[in-house]
């Protein structure tokens, strides 16, 4: 298994990091890639990403701290030449909780896009309760790969991802009782298929409400493999598979 999106810089993990990983390895995760949210946690990313094996790392500022871009987002320029950078973001849109002005979000969105097409690097995707300029910005970025991370949108937003040949990763709420995106999950192409803990947040059922950490990948495989009629190995294998191919290690 591969856990495409988690955030190992977050205080959280702050007194047991090692130990987190090494449970996340003895549970079968042969991959790892932690995500940035602002400049300086792009840096302390690289930096816990550079001395550990098979954990990667990207640079971008999340839409909660896109009031920061103006400042900050040249240093998420050269934040793309440090080691184990695999992709730009975490990037998008949150109307939800607003915590940066919408116009401020997506003039970071765009910077973000420009310089995934610069780089040629993968950009990471959040969308919530922003449908309409998602897919807005999403149909305008041609030639860049992408994923939605944490998958929780309409059909519409899922339509538009397939179109531009994007990816889409699911996490722990695939094991909620009350999700209800059994349909949209089911429509993703095998090959556009990612899995994700997000940790620490969104831990699966039966941790539901405690920190997550990549080793509960296996809890979310398995009630993908469920949804989908497949053996769960056979599904690890195939979405770890996807996960290199998106972030380009082979």
């Not at 190992?8 to 090692?18: E, G, I, N, P, V």
């Not at 990403?49 to 839409?63: K, V």
């Not at 979310?220 to 009629?229: E, F, H, I, S």
Request: glycine content about 8%.
């Amino acid at each position: 298994m591969f856990d495409s999106h988690c955030h190992l810089t977050d205080q959280a993990y702050s007194a047991d990091l090692d130990a987190v990983i090494a449970r996340a390895i003895d549970a079968g995760v042969t991959g790892i890639v932690t995500i940035a949210s602002n400049a300086d946690d792009a840096v302390l990313a690289s930096t816990v990403a550079s001395s550990r094996q098979a954990l990667w790392c990207t640079a971008g500022i999340h839409p909660h701290d896109a009031q920061t871009s103006d400042r900050d987002f040249e240093r998420i320029v050269e934040a793309t030449e440090l080691v184990k950078v695999v992709a730009i973001g975490e990037t998008g849109l949150d109307y939800h909780y607003d915590h940066s002005p919408r116009d401020v979000q997506r003039r970071s969105f765009d910077r973000h896009l420009d310089l995934a097409a610069r780089r040629r690097l993968p950009v990471v995707v959040h969308s919530r309760e922003a449908e309409a300029d998602t897919i807005a910005a999403v149909r305008s970025a041609s030639g860049i790969r992408g994923v939605l991370h944490c998958f929780t949108g309409s059909g519409a937003l899922l339509d538009a991802a397939l179109e531009a040949d994007w990816h889409v990763s699911f996490g722990g709420m695939i094991t909620f009782r009350k999700w209800d995106g059994q349909d949209r999950f089911r429509r993703v192409p095998i090959d556009r298929l990612l899995l994700e803990t997000d940790g620490p947040y969104l831990a699966p059922v039966p941790h539901r409400g405690r920190r997550n950490e990549p080793a509960f990948m296996a809890l979310t495989c398995r009630a993908a493999a469920d949804l989908l009629g497949m053996d769960e190995t056979d599904l690890g294998i195939r979405t770890d598979r996807n996960a290199r191919m998106f972030y380009g290690l082979g």
